[in-house]
């Protein structure tokens, strides 16, 4: 019930175009839902992210859509450009009761813009 | 130094040595973890502390010790690792509560041969 499924693994998408990534979760306690990006030899950094009781949240090329009801949530990435190459995970968080909180993450996917 | 540092950044340990990883961040964080990261798995989480005590542990083996000394360093300490434990771990640290992002630091890169 832990588990978060990311679809696809990977993504070919050519520059100017729009790139989607696609989550589910199970747990209806997740509370918190974030995207990272990540790049070869580095940490991975957040990017937005968005509480279960908003349907949309937009941050400048990227907007996280979230169906509540479905419990599927996606990231899209408009005008896709090559520095978008990356690895992107979602995640899903749970409050810790002695503080702190738990991502659970989703395996993956890898992103390439192409010219 | 800014945000959350790790050493080393790689690291070639033999099945029977002891070695530690350090993290440190720098940016006022109560909550530090370590997550795991292996390719083609999602990234697991391993230990969670909040003000300087343990909140999770994620079923992780005993050969892995964490030490957090104070909000600002956390520690994982190695000793018997096996070949399946080469991986990348990394240290991430947040605010305690709930919505509060966690920033990672770059990793370090561990091979057990």
């Known amino acids: 019930q832990q588990q978060v499924k990311q679809s696809p693994q990977s993504l070919i998408v050519q520059k100017g175009g729009i790139s989607i990534i696609n989550c589910a979760y199970e747990n209806t306690a997740f509370d918190y839902f974030p995207w990272y990006q990540q790049f070869p030899g580095k940490g991975p950094a957040l990017l937005i992210a968005?509480?279960?009781?908003?349907s949309e949240k937009k941050e400048g090329r990227f907007t996280i859509s979230f169906n509540k009801s479905a419990k599927q949530f996606s990231l899209h990435i408009m005008d896709s450009q090559p520095g978008d190459s990356a690895t992107y995970f979602c995640a899903a968080s749970l409050i810790l009761t002695g503080g702190g909180n738990k991502l659970t993450f989703g395996t993956g996917t890898q992103l390439k813009v192409e010219l | 130094e800014t945000g959350v540092t790790q050493t080393p950044r790689h690291l070639v340990m033999g099945m029977t040595n002891k070695k530690s990883l350090k993290c440190e961040q720098h940016l006022g964080h109560n909550a530090m973890y370590w997550y795991k990261q292996s390719a083609k798995k999602p990234l697991e989480l391993m230990f969670v502390y909040n003000f300087k005590e343990q909140t999770e542990n994620n079923s992780v083996p005993s050969r892995f010790s964490p030490e957090c000394p104070n909000s600002s360093h956390l520690f994982l300490h190695l000793h018997t690792l096996q070949p399946e434990d080469s991986a990348l771990y990394l240290c991430a640290s947040s605010h305690s509560g709930t919505g509060n992002e966690q920033y990672f630091g770059p990793g370090t890169r561990l091979t057990v041969t």
């Open positions: 968005i509480r279960p009781d908003v």
